[in-house]
């Protein structure tokens, strides 16, 4: 089976655009998480899903970014506008039940210049 | 906040030595994960340690959960080049969803031959 599939793995951007990171969660599984690592802050929850609806988005640092769950299979992560202290690896995670393995995509590198 | 530390947070060393790494929090957690993540890719799941003082072996790694349910250890026996990477460990809390961990600092480990 598929992995977690994120979309896309590099990009550069430059200050003030905007940044959309799209997700496609393992199927069948009922929890997604978007996450962000940096070398200072480690690895961040930003929000979490469960059967598509957001469950705790307290972790997403400031209303420039928001995610939505349009369906079972398919997120986005967005930042507007976009600033260098943004730049990050961005990865979204899936689960099955609460409390079970999670599952990582590859990650998507962002680079706000 | 829920915080997890962990040491040391670079290790270099060489092929065939032992190592152990701590992870520690004034916290309590209904269950602790390792995971280790290579470079350019999303982290994966070693282990769950849900019993305090719980001991568990993946070959040449052994996972120890404190007593008191606040600390973790991972101990890594004979290591190889294979080893190389970032470990990182993740408490899942008591109160709220099991799926809403908490990530430790990281430890970045270099096995050289």
């Known amino acids: 089976d598929a992995g977690v599939i994120q979309s896309p793995r590099h990009e550069v951007t430059e200050m003030g655009q905007e940044v959309t990171l799209r997700c496609k969660p393992i199927?069948?599984?009922?929890?997604l998480f978007w996450y962000r690592q940096t070398m200072m802050r480690g690895l961040e929850l930003l929000i979490y899903?469960?059967?598509?609806?957001?469950i705790d988005d307290s972790g997403m640092p400031e209303d420039r970014f928001s995610a939505k769950m349009p369906n079972a299979s398919f997120s986005t992560l967005k930042i507007q506008p976009s600033e260098p202290r943004d730049s990050a690896v961005y990865f979204c995670?899936?689960?099955w039940g609460s409390g079970n393995t999670i599952y990582f995509g590859e990650g998507s590198w962002l680079t706000v210049v | 906040t829920q915080l997890l530390e962990q040491s040391p947070q670079f290790l270099s060393i060489q092929e065939g030595e032992n190592l152990t790494v701590y992870c520690n929090s004034s916290?309590?957690?209904?269950?602790l994960q390792w995971y280790r993540q290579e470079p350019g890719e999303g982290p994966v799941l070693l282990v769950t340690?849900?019993?305090?003082?719980e001991v568990k072996k993946l070959k040449r790694l052994t996972f120890q959960f404190g007593d008191a349910r606040k600390d973790s250890s991972l101990h890594i026996t004979a290591a190889q080049p294979g080893d190389t990477g970032l470990y990182l460990c993740?408490?899942?809390?008591?109160?709220?969803?099991?799926?809403?961990?908490?990530f430790g600092t990281g430890t970045r480990l270099q096995v050289t031959l």
């Open positions: 993740a408490g899942a809390p008591y109160t709220g969803t099991a799926s809403k961990l908490t």
């Open positions: 916290s309590v957690f209904s269950s």
């Open positions: 199927s069948g599984h009922d929890y």
């Open positions: 995670a899936s689960s």
């Open positions: 899903f469960n059967n598509n609806v957001p």
């Open positions: 340690v849900v019993t305090g003082g």
